[in-house]
């Protein structure tokens, strides 16, 4: 049952995370990579408000490994950040990874405190 969660969360996740990411990229066009920026914090807010809320095992298999596990992406992260610094846009590259690592750990931390406090 667990894998069957697992899938039906990624069937949601990958094609909105390919959703999310045209939309954001065609919206506001930068050298930073915006949608992957845009997806990754979502995920990390979603598995950060489930982490605060003590999600059961089969809403974390459903939402957290198989929805936000789709959703989000560290191996286009470190493409497109490497795709940066091949182009000489060492500064985007520099800001990409600290801008994604700073936010994406802001919104877990930020999602885990308010679901614990509203749960408490």
Do not use: H, K
């Not at 995920?43 to 957290?64: C, I, N």
């Not at 994604?100 to 614990?116: G, H, N």
């Amino acid at each position: 049952m667990t894998t069957v969660l697992v899938v039906i969360g990624g069937m949601i996740g990958a094609p909105l995370r390919y959703l999310i990411d045209r939309a954001v990229a065609a919206r506001f066009e930068s050298l930073l990579p915006s949608g992957t920026l845009t997806v990754n914090i979502v995920g990390s807010a979603v598995l950060g408000g489930l982490y605060g809320a003590s999600a059961g095992s089969w809403l974390l298999s459903l939402a957290g490994t198989g929805f936000c596990g789709a959703l989000t992406t560290f191996s286009t992260f470190g493409y497109e950040t490497i795709r940066l610094v091949a182009d000489g846009a060492y500064a985007y590259a520099v800001g990409n990874v600290v801008i994604s690592v700073a936010a994406c750990l802001a919104a877990v931390y930020a999602a885990a405190s308010a679901t614990q406090w509203l749960w408490a």
